[in-house]
């Protein structure tokens, strides 16, 4: 995992967590955590998962286009969630995250693509897919460890199978 590759004590941070799987994984690693979604209920589930593991991690329920960089991060993921907002928003959002990272710090974000058209039942939830390859392009002045591109399908908990398309990347601030 690119995490490895940053020496403790650092600072993390799981831009869009969701219920917080990265956040969890990251503070579990020794990480000075800090995590924000939009969603209350994923704010709600992981800071109890966090007090059952005993994991100190600073979650805050918070749009990411709101969200306050306290500090410089070593580490910060951002997946899944850049599409869900507008196209005209997220340049900002990365811009923001790239300058509240450290020299030498990790981005891992990953965002899906319009290689695969959005889900029928999802329509209107995805307002902001990249084109193929866009998302590399942000990050054209730091190195780049991975990036990936791929296409894959997903079974949701309603039964629905989606086919989806997406881009991830994993760059050091030079």
Same mark, same amino acid.
């Given at each position: 995992? #690119? =995490?490895a590759k940053?020496k403790?004590?650092a600072?993390? @941070?799981?831009?869009?967590?969701? !219920?917080? /799987? ?12 800090? #995590? =924000? ?6 704010i709600?589930? @992981?800071k109890?998962?966090a007090? !059952?593991? /005993?994991l100190?991690?600073d ?9 306050i ?17 507008? /196209?005209?928003?997220?340049?900002a ?14 981005h891992?974000?990953g965002?899906f693509?319009d290689?695969?058209p ?8 995805m ?7 866009e998302l ?5 002045d730091w ?8 296409v ?8 629905a ?10 760059a050091?601030?030079?």
């Amino acid at each position: 995992m #690119a =995490a490895a590759k940053i020496k403790l004590p650092a600072k993390a @941070l799981d831009l869009g967590c969701g !219920e917080g /799987r990265n956040a969890l994984y990251l503070a579990g690693l020794g990480f000075e955590t800090s #995590a =924000a979604d939009i969603s209350q209920s994923g704010i709600e589930k @992981l800071k109890k998962t966090a007090d !059952e593991l /005993r994991l100190d991690i600073d979650a805050e329920i918070c749009d990411m286009r709101q969200y306050i960089f306290k500090h410089p991060f070593n580490f910060i993921v951002c997946t899944g969630c850049l599409h869900l907002i507008r /196209r005209d928003e997220w340049p900002a959002v990365i811009t923001r995250m790239k300058q509240a990272t450290s020299r030498g710090g990790i981005h891992v974000v990953g965002a899906f693509t319009d290689e695969a058209p959005e889900p029928e039942d999802q329509r209107g939830l995805m307002v902001g897919l990249f084109k193929e390859g866009e998302l590399f392009t942000y990050y054209q002045d730091w190195e780049i460890i991975d990036r990936k591109t791929y296409v894959f399908e997903d079974l949701h908990p309603t039964g629905a199978r989606h086919k989806h398309a997406g881009n991830t990347i994993i760059a050091r601030k030079p």
